[in-house]
Structures are given as C-alpha cells and as structure tokens.
C-alpha cells in the first residue's frame, strides 16, 4: 500500500468509484443496503461525492487500508466502509449503514 494522505485517499476512492466495475459490494453489505433502504444508487454517490471525515485505518484481515465515506443523501446521512489497496484501483464494500 503506497503511503496517501487522507485527501489523497478520497480522491482515489472517488475516481476508482466512477467505474462500477471497480467496486465490489459484499454480501454482507448487499443484505445491510436491502435493510437499510439503501439503494445502489446511493452507494455510488457515497462514493463518487462522499467526504472521507475519520482517519484510514489498517484492515486486520486483507491488505490496504479501510476508509470510512459519508455523504448525506434524500435525508439520511450513509456510511460506506470501503477496503483499499492503493495504488489498485478496485475497492471492497464492506457494509453501509445510517450514520447517526
């Protein structure tokens, strides 16, 4: 994992993001969005226009990092947790959920 800052972080997410085919959602993230009301349309905004507001944090269980994006959309406020492997550009949605 090359070493970004945190803005540098949220660009790569929001470039890779304006290809789906660089994201990959979950399972477990597929079932949260259908609890949640969220649609796939909602994640790619997250995504695509998203603030990255807490600190990257080392994943435990794959390679690269985990980032946290929020946008607040149609009156809720989402969170993405996305796992990154900089400078790859594909990403893995963790889950989504309401952020409060």
């Known amino acids: 994992m090359t070493r970004l800052s945190k803005p540098q972080i949220q660009q790569h997410i929001r470039h ?28 790619f905004d997250v995504l695509r226009r998203g603030l990255l507001n807490r600190e ?14 929020q946008r607040y959309i149609a009156g809720v406020n989402i969170g993405v947790l996305v796992n990154v492997n900089s400078p790859a550009v594909g990403m893995i949605v963790i889950t989504v959920f309401e952020v409060s």
Not at 56 to 69: A, K, Q
Request: aromatic share 0%; net charge neutral; charged share 20%.
């Open 16 to 43: 890779a993001a304006q290809e789906s085919i660089n994201v990959t959602i979950t399972q477990h993230a597929s079932v949260r969005m259908r609890e949640r009301g969220i649609t796939n349309a909602m994640l």
């Open 56 to 69: 990257p944090e080392p994943d435990l269980r794959h390679s690269g990092i985990t980032c946290l994006m």
